[in-house]
């Protein structure tokens, strides 16, 4: 285990966790968002207030999108450039 761990690059392996990050982050704090639509705005019935915080979470999804397309992208690259130098020694060991 800490061989593959010491072969992965530091730098984008931090990037992707990163995005994972973000992306769990934004989906955790989407529910304390709804949560205060309807205490503040829909029990009050202040309409501005839910159009603010609507596109507080049309943010948080397109920013929790973007963290998932990246993590993928990135975890995708590092695993493919790992499998295919697992590959290359263990043919130069036969």
Known sequence: MFKI???LPPAQTLAAI???LV???CS????YVTAHIINNGVVKGDT???WSQ???MIGLSVLSLFGAIFNT???S?????LGKNFAQMFIAKR
């Open 5 to 7: 761990i010491k072969r």
């Open 18 to 20: 990163a995005f994972l």
């Open 23 to 25: 992306q769990i982050g």
């Open 28 to 31: 955790l704090y989407q529910p």
């Open 48 to 50: 501005t207030y839910i």
């Open 54 to 56: 609507g596109m507080l």
């Open 73 to 75: 992208l990135l975890f």
């Open 77 to 81: 690259r590092i695993s493919y450039k």
